[in-house]
């Protein structure tokens, strides 16, 4: 049986998921002490750059 494949599981994937992207809306990288300082734009960059792996390792794992 998947990890995935119990129907809370997949609620919480979906809910991790959604948290992440609306991270980035909220600015989030301003958190870390690397991308702090970082404008908007590179922010968006290293952020999104980071989290698109995560998604792939993530989806690739269930």
Do not use: N
């Amino acid at each position: 049986m998947a990890v995935l494949g119990h129907p809370f599981s997949l609620l919480g994937f979906c809910f991790l998921l959604v948290h992440e992207m609306d991270a980035i809306r909220c600015r989030e990288w301003r958190v870390f002490p690397v991308t702090s300082k970082m404008g908007d734009e590179a922010g968006y960059i290293a952020f999104t750059a980071v989290h698109v792996p995560l998604y792939a390792l993530l989806l690739w794992g269930s």
